[in-house]
């Protein structure tokens, strides 16, 4: 599926946090009230909605009169696709440097998160 995924604009990944934040198909009324620092009209949000569906992220279910909307694509997975795109983008697929480039900024990754990056490279889980 990594392939036929593309980066999504904001407005899209916005929506996409949200379902993927609730775990269950959601109406279009639970979307729009879940989405904070927007001031979207109802028909925004429906144009994005369709957006998505016809990207294959989410998946339309019509129950009654209203429409409910499922994520097809896990979060997880978008989110290692995404990061991907960003270390082949930024970093020349380099994850030396990356990680140079978090460790440089000393406000970036505190003690505590150097810490369990050790351990999980230690223990091989990553």
Same mark, same amino acid.
């Given at each position: 599926m990594e392939n %036929?995924?593309? !980066?999504?604009?904001? !407005?899209? %990944?916005k929506v996409m946090m949200v379902i993927w934040e609730k775990g269950e198909k959601m109406s279009t009324g639970e979307i729009l009230s879940n989405l904070k620092d927007t001031n979207w009209k109802l028909s925004t949000l429906q144009i994005i909605l369709g957006r998505l569906t016809e990207k294959g992220f989410l998946k339309n279910e019509k129950i009654g009169r209203y429409n409910y909307y499922s994520s097809l694509i896990a979060?997880?997975?978008?989110?290692q696709f995404e990061t991907k795109n960003f270390l082949k983008k930024?970093?020349?697929?380099?994850?030396?440097?990356? @990680?140079? !480039?978090? %460790?440089?900024?000393?406000?970036t990754l505190t003690e505590e998160d150097i810490k369990e @990056?050790?351990?999980?490279l230690n223990r091989g889980d990553v």
């Open positions: %036929l995924l593309k !980066s999504l604009p904001d !407005s899209e %990944l979060e997880g997975e978008y989110t930024m970093f020349n697929n380099s994850g030396k440097k990356l @990680i140079a !480039s978090l %460790l440089e900024d000393e406000n @990056i050790r351990k999980m």
